[in-house]
């Protein structure tokens, strides 16, 4: 089993940052992938960034050049960057870890963002 804890999020208005971060514990295997999705209401889940444990990252084309995914292999916890905020950037945000080779995800809690105009 791998926990996820997530923090960050809130209120901003746009064209503000906000940093979001997710830290795994538990049965930590060392290929895998760390990411971020979010959730609008009334829409589904969508990718938001992605990071491997090599370091290789994956944006979704609407957060590319502002928003930045990194992550802290020593910590197992992956971290997301986001500038320039737009409403449309309002949702919940989860973070998800893939064991690679058990292509098994683990999910977060979920936390809010709100991007005000």
């Known amino acids: 089993q791998v926990q996820l804890v997530e923090s960050g999020g809130g209120l901003v208005q746009a064209g503000g940052s906000l940093g979001l971060s997710c830290a795994a514990s538990g049965s930590i295997f060392a290929s895998n992938v760390m990411g971020w999705y979010r959730q609008a209401p009334g829409k589904q889940r969508e990718l938001v960034a992605t990071?491997?444990?090599?370091?290789?990252?994956n944006y979704a084309d609407s957060v590319k050049g502002r928003f930045t995914i990194s992550r802290n292999n020593a910590k197992n916890t992956v971290y997301l960057q986001m500038n320039s905020l737009k409403p449309e950037d309002t949702a919940v945000y989860y973070c998800?870890?893939?064991?690679?080779?058990?292509?098994?995800?683990?999910w977060g809690q979920g936390t809010q963002v709100t991007v005000s105009s």
């Open positions: 998800k870890f893939t064991i690679i080779f058990k292509a098994i995800d683990y």
């Open positions: 990071i491997t444990s090599g370091g290789s990252t």
